[in-house]
């Protein structure tokens, strides 16, 4: 039987999942292309900063250790090209062979660069490893330090890093009156009580001026300028979490593609003038909130994926009107996962590592993960 070859080009964490549902089916086969090894999660930016030995427990795994991939066929490697015609991508391996993969369903899920932390860079175990070590090390050994940005990912940080260290001075700048705008106002309200009594500093309406050419991929030392004309804040450490976002489709045809460089998809996340070829996840511009990672579309993708190849209907996506999820992640007495309405709810702290890591995300969402001692 000649099966249908679906490439998931990227597999963090919405390209993984899809991957791991197509993999069920007997008459595919998939192909899972990624510049790291393993999982490494763009979520929880603050447990990762502060602890990243805990971080990398739940949000760094290889790929081995996934079960429901055994039956996907891995590419450790960087896409350099894709050939719509003749449906091949161009893939530069990590062992640095350039080789050409055929497809019949493509799937783009290569995310996007943001900050120091979401970067495209082709790594492998050992790379992947001392960049946490040194990102950490650098923020251990600064007595002040400053996160700029309003998003989850800046206030995480803020938070987790005066938790782990409340012998710093730590200090959250954003532009606005409130931080966390793409989240209901309700969860600000929440968000706000936790900063303050971990001891951050809070400096609203504070916008960074940024000098040409300024990059914010990397921690930099204060004083920090502000273009409202407030006093310049000093630090150690400035961990810039403005959300310059970039997508990661320099591989792609400007033809699949939005003014941003985003790939355009419809309600079905299917590139328009291309049905062969869905998009999932930051990269796809579903809605203004390109939401569909946070809105687990991963299940809808790949029913619609059958659905195109069985020549059945599909559905659509309807992305959720205000963030949610968790912001601050795990705290001393839990974690808090905000949903739209902005309302909190508090998973306690007994069950994060009991119930929901092991069950409910190891389990019920990935399938099952392997122990590390079972691939020794």
């Not at 597999?11 to 990624?34: I, Y």
């Amino acid at each position: 039987m000649t099966r249908t070859r679906v490439l998931i080009a990227g597999l963090g964490d919405s390209g993984l999942l899809t991957a791991m549902h197509l993999a069920g089916r007997r008459d595919l086969e998939v192909v899972g292309v990624s510049v790291k090894p393993g999982l490494v999660s763009g979520q929880e930016l603050g447990t990762r900063l502060a602890r990243p030995d805990d971080w990398a427990r739940d949000y760094r795994i290889g790929f081995d250790r996934y079960r429901r991939l055994d039956r996907v066929r891995r590419i450790h490697g960087e896409l350099t090209g894709l050939d719509l015609v003749a449906r091949e991508v161009t893939v530069r391996t990590y062992a640095d062979e350039v080789v050409a993969e055929p497809w019949d369903v493509l799937v783009v899920a290569t995310g996007v660069t943001n900050g120091f932390w979401r970067r495209p860079d082709l790594q492998g175990e050992d790379e992947v490893a001392a960049e946490l070590a040194a990102t950490h090390a650098r923020l251990a050994g600064s007595d002040s330090i400053l996160v700029v940005g309003g998003g989850a990912a800046a206030v995480s940080s803020a938070f987790q890093l005066a938790l782990t260290w409340p012998e710093k001075e730590v200090a959250l700048a954003f532009p606005g009156e409130r931080a966390l705008p793409r989240h209901h106002p309700r969860a600000w309200h929440h968000v706000e009580a936790r900063l303050r009594a971990a001891g951050v500093v809070l400096l609203p309406g504070r916008r960074a001026v940024l000098p040409e050419g300024f990059r914010a991929d990397r921690i930099t030392a204060g004083p920090v300028d502000w273009s409202g004309g407030q006093e310049p804040h000093a630090a150690d450490a400035v961990v810039w979490a403005i959300g310059r976002v970039r997508p990661n489709t320099g591989w792609l045809p400007a033809e699949l593609l939005d003014d941003e460089g985003f790939v355009r998809t419809d309600s079905t996340l299917q590139a328009p003038e291309h049905p062969e070829v869905f998009a999932i996840g930051d990269v796809a511009a579903t809605d203004p909130l390109r939401s569909s990672a946070r809105g687990r579309a991963d299940r809808l993708l790949a029913r619609n994926i059958g659905a195109h190849l069985d020549d059945l209907p599909m559905r659509e996506f309807t992305p959720p009107r205000n963030r949610w999820g968790s912001v601050l992640g795990v705290e001393p007495d839990g974690l808090r996962v905000f949903a739209p309405s902005g309302r909190p709810f508090r998973f306690p702290a007994w069950s994060v590592e009991r119930v929901l890591q092991p069950w409910i995300v190891r389990r019920g969402i990935y399938g099952g993960v392997r122990h590390l001692r079972h691939l020794l």
